[in-house]
T-cell receptor, first 114, second 114 residues
Framework: GENVEQHPSTLSVQEGDSAVIKCTYS??????FPWYKQELGKRPQLIID?????GEKKDQRIAVTLNKTAKHFSLHITETQPEDSAVYFC?????????????FGKGTHLIIQP | SQTIHQWPATLVQPVGSPLSLECTVE??????LYWYRQAAGRGLQLLFY??????ISSEVPQNLSASRPQDRQFILSSKKLLLSDSGFYLC?????????????FGNGTRLTVT
């Protein structure tokens, strides 16, 4: 089955700086990679996703890049703000994609220092 | 639009007592349904998923069970709770057959077993 590794487990950056979270996956057939943000005590919410036919996707201050050859994908947050503080999860789903859904990384606790 | 309801939001139960958590989805038909558990400061552990009424797949052997009595209703149960059952329980849904479909989470139930 799929295995997703996520690094780092904790990331502290100064407000205004950029943050990068990296994930690797094991199944070369994986073709969909969403990122979730979970604020303390709340549910994970989808913030951005990328499909395997795309190398990069941006949405305002957030971007995701995908390297299929190396089997890794990354989340980039620019001009970080206090509200970006949360736990971020990457995930992957292989092709043909079972109903068992996504395989999640273990999460990255992003701390934005004022 | 689709919405997912999960209740109760918090629950404190003694060891050995039964458990019933309920989740319903509105605005979509025949969704895939999921139960996840999240221990404090940890990742997302898939417990059960369902692709249709009465169809339940278990990912982790434990004293929990799940049922899907109606198309958009998913129930998590236990006959006798253990201390280790404490955690944040999340229900989620995705599009049936949607191999590149994200998961949409409910607000979660925080269960404390005392």
């Amino acid at each position: 089955g799929e295995n997703v590794e996520q690094h780092p487990s904790t990331l502290s950056v100064q407000e205004g700086d950029s943050a990068v979270i990296k994930c690797t996956y094991s199944d070369s057939a994986s073709n969909y990679f969403p990122w979730y943000k979970q604020e303390l005590g709340k549910r994970p919410q989808l913030i951005i996703d990328i499909r395997s036919n795309v190398g990069e996707k941006k949405d305002q201050r957030i971007a995701v890049t995908l390297n299929k050859t190396a089997k890794h994908f990354s989340l980039h947050i620019t001009e970080t703000q206090p509200e970006d503080s949360a736990v971020y999860f990457c995930a992957a789903i292989p092709w043909p994609g079972g109903a068992d859904g996504l395989t999640f990384g273990k999460g990255t606790h992003l701390i934005i220092q004022p | 639009s689709q919405t997912i309801h999960q209740w109760p939001a918090t629950l404190v139960q003694p060891v050995g007592s039964p458990l019933s958590l309920e989740c319903t989805v509105e605005g979509t038909s025949n969704p895939n349904l999921y139960w996840y558990r999240q221990a404090a400061g940890r990742g997302l552990q898939l417990l059960f998923y369902s692709v249709g009424i009465g169809q339940i797949s278990s990912e982790v052997p434990q004293n929990l069970s799940a049922s899907r009595p109606q198309d958009r209703q998913f129930i998590l149960s236990s006959k006798k709770l253990l201390l280790s059952d404490s955690g944040f329980y999340l229900c989620a849904w995705s599009v049936h057959g949607g191999r590149r479909s994200p998961l949409h989470f409910g607000n979660g139930t925080r269960l404390t077993v005392t």
